[in-house]
Each structure stands twice: as C-alpha cells, then as structure tokens.
C-alpha cells in the first residue's frame, strides 16, 4: 500500500514530463527540425494502441484465456502488414481536399453529404465514449489498488470531488486541448502529441521489459523453470492449449 500523496504526485509528475516532451516536439517543429520525422517514433506513436485498460484486460484475458488473448494484438499487427496501403491513400486524399476527421472524410466520398458525415460523427461518439470510460475506470482501479490496503474492499460510491478518475479525465482533456486540438488544419502534424505518445511508449516497452526479466529470472530459474512449474498444475497447463479444454473439432491433435 503506498500513500495517496506519493501516488497522486508521482502520476502529476509523469503528467508534467509528458509535457515537456511534447513542448520540446512542438518547439523543434516550429523550428524546422522535427524530431518525429523518422520510422521509429512513427512506431512507437502506435502503441497508443496499448492503453490503460490493456494491463487489466490483458493479463485478466491471459488469466482466463490463456493463449487466446494473443489475438488481439495479433489481428492489428497482420492488419498492418498491409495498413500502409490503406493509410497512404487516406492521407493522399485528406491532403488534397483538406479533411480534418473521419466524418468529413466519409462524407466526402459520398458527395460530402452533410448528414452523413453527421451520422458518422454520432457513432463515432457513442462507440468511443464506452472505451474512453473504461480507460478511466482502468486508471481509477489502479490508483486505489496502489494505495488500498490488501483486503480491503470498496466502501461504496464516492463523491465526484472525491473520485481520482475525475481529475485525471481533466488532466487528459487539458494535455489533448493544448497540443492535440489547438488547430483543426489538415496540415498540423500534432508533433507535440505524436512525440509524447512514442516516449510513453519507451516506458512502456521498458516497464514491460523489467517486469518480464524479473518474472522469468528473478521469481523463477529462466523460462524452462517457469513453463515447468505452470505444466506441472493442471489449472495452468490447459491455459498453454489451444482447445483450452473444449471440444473444437478444428484442434483435434494439437498439442
């Protein structure tokens, strides 16, 4: 259990280099030496795709699922084995007709009918609007399993000045106002944003990294030990199936 203090400042803290990064982004841009013009960071931008909500779901997927939580991150890693296809042509038209959103770029396809574009907006809110919530209540359970007692069980709803997720929601909508949504042109790169997102990134990739070394050698003899002593309890060894127990005709004779 840590204290809230130390939580609360350390994640502000985090918020604060966020911030920096993306002004030392935006600053080099407006000098004509972006920093982002490159293959990797354009890479690491992507990871965005991991968010909050992935290391609730992901290790609860793993947990219940065993190897099927691979499909996620596998699907849109095929996806983009071809996506440049796609995303080159999209940007080809988003420049040439100046289009800022998906709404108007769908729009636009069908003799940029106003009331499509309008119905395509409407979606888009209701279906992100579920996933942006869940990133929240992600965030707000990790900030009380740092600082509750093991245990110690919710002692029921709280007032909205006393919810955590409601100041982290304002931090984040301030952070995307000023260096994602300042200019709605089709030429803004967002660099600020683009290099914030793939520092993140480099956290993440190292947060996992250390977190999976001292899994694998420090709580366990390397990973024979480790898939050894999963093997050996029956509960984990049908985790490592792909049939995970059940009766699909299409894994007869896997192992």
């Not at 793939?198 to 050698?217: M, N, Q, R």
Request: glycine content about 10%.
């Amino acid at each position: 259990m840590l204290q809230p203090a130390l939580v609360i400042g350390a994640s502000f803290a985090y918020l604060l280099l966020l911030f920096a990064v993306a002004s030392f982004g935006d600053w080099r841009a407006a000098q004509g030496r972006s920093i982002i013009a490159n293959p990797w960071t354009y890479a690491l931008s992507l990871a965005v795709y991991c968010t909050a909500w992935t290391y609730f779901g992901s290790v609860g997927r793993a947990a219940s699922g065993g190897v099927w939580f691979l499909p996620i991150y596998l699907g849109p890693t095929l996806a983009m084995m071809l996506g440049w296809l796609v995303m080159r042509k999209m940007i080809r038209i988003a420049k040439t007709y100046r289009i800022t959103s998906i709404a108007d770029f769908i729009g636009s396809r069908y003799g940029k009918s106003p009331l499509l574009a309008g119905l395509v907006t409407l979606i888009a809110v209701i279906g992100i609007v579920p996933y942006i919530a869940l990133q929240l209540k992600a965030v707000s359970a990790g900030y009380a399993l740092l600082t509750t007692a093991p245990g110690t069980g919710a002692s029921g709803p709280v007032h909205w000045s006393q919810d955590s997720t409601f100041y982290m929601a304002l931090a984040l909508a301030g952070f995307t106002m000023v260096f994602g949504a300042r200019h709605l042109d089709s030429t803004e790169r967002h660099e600020g944003m683009v290099a914030a997102i793939a520092f993140e990134s480099v956290i993440k990739l190292v947060a996992f990294l250390a977190v999976g070394l001292f899994v694998v050698y420090g709580l366990f003899d390397g990973l024979a030990d480790l898939f050894a002593r999963a093997l050996a309890v029956p509960a984990l060894a049908g985790l490592l199936r792909l049939d995970q127990g059940g009766g699909f005709a299409w894994t007869s004779g896997l192992p």
